[in-house]
């Protein structure tokens, strides 16, 4: 298997999960103003693209200070508020009066992706990840600066080009925060793992592949035992149950958006017969394959 094959296990989830972006608001707020941005049920970010303002959340000490530039990321729509001033009233209800003073404008944006994939690889970060436009790099300062110029124009196709940069921030967020060794579990702990991130690119890039925990073990550098111990502690299940569910989670796609007859796709992903592939979807999903293509 090439290098650049296993090095991009992150690329791999990412597209797996069907990641999708979509910037929903792009205020421009002057005054004593103050909203809660939470209670969607999905990840969610704010790009403070002009201005500045004050972030509360719950377990915060104060409200936190931010400018233009800064990068706020919400993994698991967390409660929070943004305000002008460091007070909030009414607990974040919205707010925003018609008056004069500073502006401040705001990229804000949700991400959806496969529920439980998506919660797996969000697991393990905490419920803020800040970035300041200083601490953002050189990688993520061009992709926040195309976001700002893009929010305050009107050319064609903003809203493809905003949503497609949507994508591009959180892969970016999540790559720094891997590279930090700031996650402690879920996929992206097992990502960053020296012994399992190469075992999930090896599976990712071949999810049909006739795997054994030997095989697998032998990847890792591990025992079988200690190998299925390190899954259970960073993904709650052990590798194959994981190589179970990502063989359906990609059988599903292909049910709903390929041709491909069910056999073929028991082919495809490793099951000698029809039968076996159908029985396993089952286990797994608690559906059919007809009932997963009828959907599609």
Same mark, same amino acid.
């Given at each position: 298997?090439?290098?650049?094959e296993?090095d991009d296990?992150?690329?791999?989830v990412?597209?797996?999960?069907g ?13 004593d103003?103050?909203f809660?941005?939470a209670?969607?049920g999905?990840?969610?970010y704010?790009?403070?693209s002009?201005g500045r303002c004050?972030?509360?959340?719950r377990?915060?000490?104060r ?9 706020m990321?919400?993994?698991r729509?967390s409660?929070h508020a943004?305000?002008?001033l460091p007070?909030?009233e009414a607990d974040?209800?919205?707010?925003l009066?018609?008056?004069d003073?500073?502006a401040?404008r705001?990229?804000?944006?949700l ?5 439980t #994939?998506? %919660?797996?690889l969000l /697991?393990?970060l905490?419920?803020? =990840?800040?970035?300041? @436009?200083?601490?953002g +790099?050189a *990688? ?10 893009e929010?305050?124009?009107d050319?064609?196709a903003?809203g493809v080009?905003?949503d497609?940069l949507?994508e ?6 999540l790559?720094?925060a891997?590279?930090?060794?700031q996650?402690?579990d879920?996929?992206l702990?097992a990502?960053?793992?020296p012994?399992i991130a190469?075992?999930l690119?090896?599976?990712?890039a071949e999810?049909g592949?006739s795997?054994s925990l030997?095989t697998?073990?032998q990847l ?7 190998l299925?111990?390190r899954?259970r502690?960073?993904?709650d ?12 989670? #990609?059988? %599903?796609?292909l049910? /709903?958006e390929?041709?491909?007859s =069910?056999?073929?796709? @028991?082919?495809?992903? +490793?099951? *000698?017969?029809?039968?076996?592939f159908?029985r ?7 559906r ?8 599609g």
């Amino acid at each position: 298997m090439a290098a650049e094959e296993q090095d991009d296990a992150l690329s791999a989830v990412l597209r797996r999960i069907g990641l999708r972006g979509h910037v929903y608001a792009r205020p421009r707020i002057c005054g004593d103003w103050q909203f809660s941005a939470a209670g969607r049920g999905q990840a969610s970010y704010h790009l403070v693209s002009e201005g500045r303002c004050f972030l509360h959340m719950r377990h915060l000490d104060r409200p936190l200070p931010v400018s233009a530039g800064d990068l706020m990321f919400f993994p698991r729509d967390s409660w929070h508020a943004l305000s002008a001033l460091p007070r909030l009233e009414a607990d974040g209800e919205l707010r925003l009066p018609d008056a004069d003073g500073l502006a401040t404008r705001l990229v804000c944006g949700l991400y959806h992706g496969d529920d439980t #994939e998506f %919660g797996r690889l969000l /697991r393990g970060l905490p419920d803020l =990840v800040l970035l300041s @436009a200083v601490e953002g +790099g050189a *990688a993520l300062e061009p992709v926040v600066r195309m976001l700002a110029e893009e929010d305050e124009g009107d050319r064609p196709a903003r809203g493809v080009l905003l949503d497609a940069l949507s994508e591009v921030l959180l892969a970016l967020v999540l790559r720094r925060a891997m590279e930090a060794g700031q996650i402690a579990d879920g996929l992206l702990g097992a990502l960053g793992d020296p012994r399992i991130a190469p075992v999930l690119s090896a599976i990712h890039a071949e999810p049909g592949r006739s795997w054994s925990l030997d095989t697998l073990a032998q990847l890792a550098a591990l025992s079988r035992s200690r190998l299925t111990e390190r899954f259970r502690e960073l993904l709650d299940c052990s590798p194959l149950q994981y190589i179970a569910e990502l063989r359906m989670r #990609e059988a %599903g796609v292909l049910l /709903r958006e390929s041709q491909l007859s =069910v056999a073929q796709i @028991a082919e495809r992903l +490793g099951y *000698a017969t029809e039968t076996a592939f159908r029985r396993a979807y089952r286990r797994v999903t608690g559906r059919t394959p007809g009932d997963a293509r009828r959907a599609g």
